[in-house]
């Protein structure tokens, strides 16, 4: 990681009643977080669906483990991608920051989408 970043992301995989992708942004000592169904883009110019969920504890950053059954998402959980990331922007209508992962590295852009909580996230050229 480097020096200049100071925030946290993690990617974490989720079999749960789907299977899906939980991706998790450090912010104001919490996760701020997302389901993506299909994962986070790896091509620029790629968008996926990103349907936020309730904010997690920062302890949770490192989480993997089973949820047990009858628990809020119950199911296996692991780490798919973790590292910090650079904050360009962050508002209601916008998120820009750039992943420096294991896996996934760059920028990622955010938008609301259709209905309230929905989000789009593409990865886009770096400048």
Not at 6 to 25: G, I, N, P, Q, T
Not at 85 to 102: F, T
Request: charged share 25%.
């Amino acid at each position: 990681m480097s020096d200049k970043c100071k925030y946290r992301f993690v990617l974490h995989e989720h079999y749960a009643s789907h299977h899906h992708f939980d991706f998790r942004l450090e912010r104001y000592g919490i996760l701020k977080s997302w389901a993506l169904p299909k994962g986070l883009p790896t091509k620029i110019g790629d968008r996926n669906l990103a349907a936020q969920v309730p904010n997690h504890p920062l302890s949770y950053i490192n989480f993997r483990g089973t949820i047990p059954k009858g628990e809020y998402g119950a199911g296996i959980v692991s780490i798919a991608d973790s590292g910090c990331y650079q904050l360009i922007s962050w508002n209601d209508r916008k998120i820009e920051i750039v992943l420096e992962g294991k896996k996934y590295n760059g920028k990622y852009v955010m938008v609301p989408f259709a209905e309230k909580g929905q989000w789009l996230i593409m990865k886009v050229k770096m400048r």
